[in-house]
Antibody
Framework: QLQLQESGPGLVKPSETLFLTCIVS??????????WGWIRQPPGKGLEWIGS???????YYNPSLKSRVAISVDTSKNQVSLKLSSVTAADAALYYC???????????????????WGQGALVTVSS | DIVMTQSPDSLAVSLGERATINCKSSQSVLYSSNNKNYLAWYQQKPGQPPKLLIS???TRESGVPDRFSGSGSGTDFTLTISSLQAEDVAVYYC???????????FGQGTKLEIK
């Protein structure tokens, strides 16, 4: 049974760097069948895609966050990590890790949607 | 970016009645090469992560009750709950996965309540 467990510091100071990890159990992040994505949700607001990682070597980021975001994986721990630098109050949110299923082909593009989500990690930004 | 706009923002429906949520994309999410609409619907109950209900605009996920259905093509889509149950109270989001390279965008959400 697939489980995604996000974890992180909870509280980050403005201008500092946020680090979050997502431990995947019941599935392998090395699978060629999936992407692994990060999505955030400010309190009481909607969903914003942050970025996605494919073990085959591709990483995609939301252009609005691209200069501050990095997603990496540790296959030995079966985990996906998110780094967000220079945080501000606008980065306070519930951060979700999610598996993406679908396919890619030159004729049909990157057809991946989010089929399973973790419970999320709440991040507060305050000095 | 493809902008997803849902209507209404909130909706109150009586138990057993039909609920309809609309989603409009700023450009078509229909891929001509395979005739598929790259659109998903999610349900988010209070205090829970989103749950995938429907992919490809109309394909219901395993375990999702058949009172949930998705329809539409191109830029206009609809999520219909045929007979509202109390457990369907949630916020519903549409999302496009058409863009290559990936730039996924969600609608702003529609809050569904019991009248």
């Amino acid at each position: 049974q697939l489980q995604l467990q996000e974890s992180g510091p909870g509280l980050v100071k403005p201008s500092e760097t946020l680090f979050l990890t997502c431990i995947v159990s019941g599935g392998s992040i090395s699978s060629s069948s999936y992407y692994w994505g990060w999505i955030r949700q400010p309190p009481g607001k909607g969903l914003e895609w942050i970025g996605s990682f494919y073990y085959g070597g591709s990483t995609y980021y939301n252009p609005s966050l691209k200069s501050r975001v990095a997603i990496s994986v540790d296959t030995s721990k079966n985990q996906v990590s998110l780094k967000l630098s220079s945080v501000t109050a606008a980065d306070a949110a519930l951060y979700y890790c999610a598996r993406q299923v679908g396919w890619y082909s030159s004729s049909s593009g990157h057809a991946y949607y989010f089929d399973f989500w973790g419970q999320g990690a709440l991040v507060t930004v305050s000095s | 970016d493809i902008v997803m706009t849902q209507s209404p923002d909130s909706l109150a429906v009586s138990l057993g009645e039909r609920a309809t949520i609309n989603c409009k994309s700023s450009q078509s999410v229909l891929y001509s090469s395979n005739n598929k609409n790259y659109l998903a619907w999610y349900q988010q109950k209070p205090g829970q992560p989103p749950k995938l209900l429907i992919s490809w605009a109309s394909t219901r996920e395993s375990g999702v009750p058949d009172r949930f259905s998705g329809s539409g093509s191109g830029t206009d889509f609809t999520l219909t709950i045929s007979s509202l149950q109390a457990e369907d109270v949630a916020v519903y989001y549409c999302q496009q996965y058409y863009t290559t390279p990936p730039m996924y965008t969600f609608g702003q959400g529609t809050k569904l309540e019991i009248k």
